[in-house]
C-alpha cells in the first residue's frame, strides 16, 4: 500500500466503504460499472499502476482497491488475479499477475470450458487468453495425465528492463529470486467451484449491507 494511502486512513480512519462499481474482467483490465457508462475499461498508465500498488484482499476473502481513505470492493467476473506469461531470454518464462507482481507458480488447473487456472504466489488466477500458446509449449502427456514442464524465473533485476508491460512489474518482498524447472499437473476444476476452494468473495455487493463491516 502506498504510503500516502496509509496517512490518509490515518487521517480519516471511518471513510464508508462502497461496492458495485469496480469490476476486475477475465482479461485482468478494471472496469468502472457505477454512475458512469457501464463498462467504461480504465486505462490510463498512471492510475493502473495506482490501483495495482493498492489492491488487497480481506480475510473473508473480499479484494478491494484502497482509493485513498475510501475501500472500494471489486466485483471480480472470474478470479481475484489475471496471470499472464512472459517469454526471457534462454527459453525461460516469467509469471506476473495482473497487477505487476512477478511470482512463482506453484498450481495449474484446467476448468470445463478449457480455461486455464494458475496458482500463484499471491493466489488463483486465470491465465490471459493470450498466454495459452506460451504455456502450451511446456505441456506433455505423463502416465496418463497432462503435465505441464517449465524453466520459470523470478529475476534479481527490475523485470522492467526486461519486458515492457502496461502496469509496472515489481517484485513481492517475500518473493525469492532465481530460476527453476516446475513441474505441475493440469487438474481439472469446475468454475463454479473456484470461488470456494479458494476462498474468495466474487460478488462483495451482494448481501453486504454494510460493506466497510
Excluded at 93 to 108: F, Y
Excluded at 154 to 168: F, H, K, S, Y
Aim: aromatic share 8%; with cysteine.
Amino acid at each position: 500500500m502506498d504510503d500516502l494511502v496509509e496517512k490518509a486512513l490515518a487521517r480519516w480512519p471511518n471513510v464508508p466503504a462502497i461496492a458495485g462499481w469496480l469490476k476486475l474482467n477475465m482479461q485482468g483490465d478494471w472496469l468502472l460499472t457505477g454512475p458512469v457508462p457501464e463498462g467504461l475499461t480504465i486505462s490510463h498508465p498512471r492510475i493502473l499502476n495506482f490501483m495495482a500498488r493498492n489492491y488487497g484482499r480481506e480475510a473473508d476473502g473480499r479484494y478491494y482497491f484502497q482509493n485513498g481513505p475510501q475501500k472500494a470492493y471489486v466485483h471480480l467476473a472470474y478470479t481475484p488475479w489475471v496471470y499472464r506469461i512472459h517469454p526471457l531470454e534462454h527459453g525461460a518464462l516469467m509469471l506476473s499477475t495482473h497487477t505487476g507482481l512477478v511470482c512463482w507458480p506453484l498450481g495449474m488447473y484446467q476448468d470445463e470450458q478449457g480455461r486455464v487456472l494458475i496458482e500463484g504466489e499471491q493466489g488463483i488466477g486465470l491465465l490471459h487468453s493470450n498466454d495459452m500458446d506460451l504455456l502450451a509449449k511446456g505441456l506433455q502427456e505423463s502416465k496418463g495425465e497432462l503435465i505441464h514442464q517449465a524453466s520459470w524465473a523470478v529475476p534479481e533485476v527490475d523485470p522492467d528492463t526486461l519486458i515492457a508491460a502496461r502496469t509496472r512489474l515489481r517484485r513481492d518482498k517475500t518473493t525469492s529470486t532465481g530460476q527453476r524447472t516446475c513441474t505441475l499437473k493440469l487438474l481439472p476444476i469446475e468454475s463454479s467451484a473456484v470461488a470456494l476452494r479458494f476462498q474468495f468473495n466474487p460478488n462483495p455487493e451482494v448481501n453486504q449491507q454494510d460493506p466497510n463491516s
